[in-house]
């Protein structure tokens, strides 16, 4: 069974007289800046002078810095720039000011699981990683409560790395929900796994089929839409809610049989499979290797592919149907 943190287990004192230099104010940086700073830790922000987030961190009443300058007032660096960039910009203004002691800090770990990023010995190592989006860090946050969080230490200098790391998930609201421990391996791989089999890639392409099958079938697009897109929101929320159960007690008893005897028939142990074949590519670092050529070379297999799904019929006729119920304007 895994380990998890609440707030009764976890202090902040950890990170009293300690400064966190947030790397970059986007949709993770601000809310987890924001969150720090109302749990009463010294907060300054690392950003692209003269640049949006500087602006807006300014606004907001943070001191900001460039990043360099953020990475050597620093005792804690907390990188939460888009994982492409982040090697880029840790060579160039972070690893110089990484003093002996500090702490170098993610909020995913694929940069360090897979050694794009390479920390000096003498440093703490250290994850917390919110299991939601940033603006719902905020909300919970403000509501009282948090959203739950993966927390991993990769490299212990100081024999108080997991204390450091586990403050940091309280001050950012988490241990209210409950935080797990965790490695950077697991957390990164589990992750992509995710993403691509179910999260993005697989549901992309269950719902895209789902519709191409009713359109070639005869029915009109907009009822295809109806069913194998809009109503997944309703399901997913269901299940959000209430577990696979729960949903199914929520829809009829048609829906419960049908379901439950096509639905194996449909995404089979073929499918199984497939997704093993792709968690193999994660785990071995070849999807890793593939993307990371992609990103260098300018994108172009992504540029293309979203520009297919931008095309597809099911985005064309879900922009009507979504300004038609009010959804997008």
């Known amino acids: 069974m895994v380990k998890v943190f609440y707030d009764k287990d976890v202090s902040l004192d950890p990170l009293k007289d300690r400064v966190i230099a947030v790397i970059?104010?986007?949709?993770?940086?601000?809310?987890?800046?924001?969150?720090?700073?109302?749990?009463?830790v010294k907060v300054i922000i690392g950003a692209r002078e003269g640049g949006r987030s500087w602006r807006l961190a300014s606004e907001e009443g943070f001191e900001v810095y460039t990043i360099?300058?953020?990475?050597?007032?620093?005792?804690?660096?907390?990188?939460?720039?888009?994982d492409p960039v982040q090697p880029e910009v840790y060579v160039k203004h972070i690893v110089t000011h990484l003093s002996e002691g500090k702490a170098l800090g993610f909020s995913h770990?694929?940069?360090?699981?897979?050694?794009?990023?390479?920390?000096?010995?003498?440093?703490?190592?250290?994850?917390?990683?919110?299991k939601g989006p940033g603006f719902l860090v905020r909300r919970m946050y403000l509501d009282g409560f948090g959203v739950p969080a993966l927390i991993a230490v990769h490299q212990d200098y100081t024999g108080k790395a997991k204390d450091t790391v586990l403050a940091m998930a309280k001050a950012l609201g988490c241990t209210r929900a409950g935080v797990i421990e965790t490695t950077f391996k697991d957390e990164t791989e589990s992750d992509l796994i995710g993403e691509q089999c179910v999260l993005v890639g697989g549901l992309i392409e269950l719902i895209k089929k789902g519709f191409e099958?009713?359109?070639?079938?005869?029915?009109?697009?907009?009822?295809?839409?109806?069913?194998?897109?809009?109503?997944?929101?309703?399901?997913?929320?269901?299940?959000?809610?209430?577990?696979?159960?729960?949903?199914l007690y929520a829809v009829s008893d048609t829906a419960k049989h049908g379901g439950l005897t096509r639905g194996p028939r449909v995404i089979d142990d073929r499918v199984k499979e497939n997704m093993r074949?792709?968690?193999?590519?994660?785990?071995?670092?070849?999807?890793?290797?593939?993307?990371?050529?992609e990103d260098a070379s300018g994108r172009p297999t992504l540029k293309k592919l979203l520009a297919e799904i931008e095309k597809h019929p099911l985005e064309i006729v879900g922009k009507k149907i979504r300004k038609m119920a009010g959804i997008e304007k």
Request: with cysteine; net charge negative; charged share 25%.
């Open 277 to 293: 074949k792709v968690a193999e590519e994660v785990r071995s670092g070849k999807y890793a290797e593939e993307w990371i050529k």
């Open 109 to 130: 770990g694929f940069n360090i699981h897979f050694k794009q990023i390479i920390p000096p010995p003498d440093v703490d190592v250290i994850m917390v990683a919110p």
């Open 68 to 82: 360099s300058e953020a990475a050597k007032r620093g005792d804690i660096i907390h990188i939460l720039i888009p």
């Open 24 to 40: 970059g104010y986007g949709n993770q940086g601000r809310n987890q800046a924001l969150n720090f700073r109302d749990s009463g």
């Open 213 to 247: 099958v009713l359109v070639e079938l005869g029915y009109p697009p907009e009822l295809a839409y109806f069913e194998a897109c809009n109503e997944a929101k309703l399901i997913m929320d269901l299940i959000y809610e209430r577990g696979l159960t729960g949903m």
